[in-house]
């Protein structure tokens, strides 16, 4: 078993930025694969970011492209997401998400992940 929980989300204006946390229990940080993903209301939920385990691969989604970076710190259980430029498009509610995966691929789909954050709000104003 592995527990996530988000922190970090929060009210910013347009071409701000925020930086959201996941902090990792459980079993060995280093073993899963991790990912971003958000759900805006009336939405599906989207893949927004992945980083393989040793965080030497990753992948984002077009439309954060340039603008979010994903990255990972396995001596502290961490994941990050650091959004510059944010629009008000990005408005969701933000989760992190992962799967035992030591090889050096990222997935994209929400499915193929075992176990989920709670999520945190980030809100993005005009």
């Known amino acids: 078993q592995v527990q996530l929980v988000e922190s970090g989300g929060g009210l910013v204006q347009a071409g701000g930025s925020l930086r959201l946390s996941c902090l990792a229990s459980g079993r060995t940080f280093s073993d899963y694969a991790m990912g971003w993903f958000r759900q805006a209301p009336g939405k599906e939920r989207e893949f927004v970011a992945g980083i393989s385990w040793s965080g030497g691969r990753t992948y984002y989604a077009d439309s954060v492209k340039g603008r979010f970076t994903i990255s990972r710190d396995n001596t502290k259980k961490t994941l990050y997401l650091q959004m510059n430029s944010l629009k008000p498009e990005d408005t969701a509610v933000y989760y992190c998400?992962?799967?035992?995966?030591?090889?050096?691929?990222?997935?994209?789909?929400?499915?193929?992940?075992?176990?989920w954050g709670q999520g945190t709000q980030v809100t993005v104003s005009s």
């Open positions: 998400a992962a799967y035992f995966s030591t090889r050096a691929v990222v997935r994209t789909t929400s499915d193929l992940y075992d176990y």
